[in-house]
């Protein structure tokens, strides 16, 4: 007899409906229903760690008679997070006072990063952050891995052994860098190339070419960095862009012969349809337009850039060029990992711009938007049967203001958006990562 673990999840789920973009979201009313699936009283059927059906219980349980059932009743089943930016290495200095993006990394990130040449200290660091990832609920994550071979291998080493599905890659650097946290150009791509060979498309794994920004990198490293692009065509590509107005400075002198940041990256074959580039604050029209020509990957990181002092992200305008756009936590400078307070500094930011997005949008562009801008919408990113079961629990009576306001929410428009903005890692009762519970996971 064939064997499987076939398990019944009972609560409120809600996912979106597979085959909508950014686009089918208006800036001027809520999403209407036809674009998400809200079932009060569902089973989710999760099977050896795929999803095997979804739908109203009572009609949904009939086909189940003798399964396990894991009661959520009054709780949100829904899929995970997507956090399209982050800093796996960076942990150590969240919460460090004070300064703009180049003297941040000076003085607080790069002494931090450092910690990772000891083997034993990465791993403890990984093991950290990534209990801290599911916590918040985010099950996907494209995170900038550490600068040496070692403490890159433990990090895929501990992400295999969860099972997740993540993209990342050892963060290179060359130059403007401190001695300690720099390696020869030809250093990083062999490192890098090895981790390509060892673990790239293991399992749920997928390797991004990482320079951390132009600012930090020679020629010679990112031409490079192109030649891996062209030998291994299906790697991301992740790096920073128009961050901060000295750091943009910095790249015309740097670069003299380019006509803009994203040319620079664009000259060595790394702005490409699998690239995803971290802020995009400050662009030129001329970059708004290669943004979309390139049908880059963009990362909106709202909490980061306030608390850097960076600049506001203009999501009115980027949605006129594009709908590959994403949110991260860029965990470091960015203050949490929780997705719901991303979403919530969101709404902030473009507030602050007269632009109201509506919660759907918002909830949107954190798990099935992000799923499709990254090109993974058939393994994750909703509860169509077949996709992979990387979920989590939502107890909106979590604490006891949550559970004070969520009472007198109307629809799941304000209970959503209740959520955003009085949530954190509180209300997450449990993450399922390929359709296991992570709880107690160590
Ligand atoms: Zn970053």
């Known amino acids: 007899m064939k064997t499987t673990d076939l398990k019944l999840y009972k609560g409120n789920i809600f996912y979106f409906n597979e085959n909508i973009t950014l686009k089918d979201f208006s800036p ?29 219980y009572d009609t949904c349980i009939k086909d189940f008679q003798d399964a396990q059932i894991i009661d959520y009743s009054g709780k949100m089943i829904t899929p995970g ?24 990394l000076n003085n607080y990130v790069f002494p931090c990063e450092a910690a990772y040449h000891d083997d034993l200290a990465a ?76 673990w790239h498309n293991k399992g749920r794994l997928s390797y991004a070419i990482t320079p951390r920004f132009a600012f930090s990198s020679s020629e010679e490293l990112l031409g490079l960095a192109g030649a891996l692009k062209m030998e291994f065509p299906d790697l991301y590509i992740q790096s920073h862009i128009d961050e901060n107005f000295a750091e943009i400075e910095g790249i015309k002198k740097l670069f003299p012969w380019s006509k803009n940041y994203l040319d620079v990256y664009d000259r060595f074959g790394l702005a490409t349809d699998k690239t995803i580039f971290g802020h995009c604050l400050h662009l030129t029209e001329d970059e708004y337009e290669g943004m979309r020509d390139k049908k880059v990957i963009i990362s909106c990181c709202p909490i980061s850039n306030s608390f850097l002092g960076s600049g506001l992200f203009n999501f009115r305008k980027m949605m006129e060029f594009t709908d590959r756009i994403t949110l991260g936590s860029d965990w470091g400078a960015g203050n949490t990992l929780s997705m719901l307070a991303v979403l919530d500094e969101f709404y902030k930011i473009s507030m602050l711009q007269d632009f109201k997005v509506y919660s759907m949008t918002r909830w949107f562009l954190a798990t099935l938007g992000a799923a499709k801008s990254l090109g993974l919408s058939d393994f994750i990113g909703s509860f169509k049967p077949g996709k992979e079961a990387d979920f989590i629990i939502i107890d909106p009576k979590a604490t006891e203001l949550l559970s004070y306001r969520s009472a007198r929410v109307k629809n799941i428009y304000e209970l959503l958006f209740v959520l955003m903005t009085l949530g954190d890692s509180s209300l997450i009762e449990e993450t399922y990562i390929y359709g296991q519970s992570m709880k107690g996971f160590e």
């Not at 999403?31 to 109203?56: F, Q, S, T, W």
Request: some cysteine; aromatic content about 10%; hydrophobic content about 35%.
């Open 123 to 198: 791993r403890i660091d990984i093991n950290f952050f990534l209990k801290e990832l599911i916590k918040n609920g985010t099950t996907t994550a494209c995170g900038y891995g550490p600068l040496k071979y070692k403490a890159t291998d433990i990090l895929f080493e501990e992400l295999s052994r969860r099972n997740m599905r993540f993209i990342t890659g050892n963060t290179m650097q060359d130059r403007n860098s401190p001695k300690y946290l720099s390696l020869p150009a030809k250093e990083n791509y062999e490192i890098a190339r090895e981790i390509i060979l060892k």
């Open 81 to 104: 997070f997507v956090d399209t930016h982050l800093h796996v290495t960076q942990s150590g200095i969240v919460a460090a006072y004070g300064e703009k993006l180049l003297e941040w």
């Open 28 to 56: 001027d009313k809520e999403a209407p229903g036809r674009l998400y699936h809200y079932i009060e009283n569902g089973l989710l059927a999760v099977e050896n760690g795929k999803i095997k059906a979804v739908g109203d």
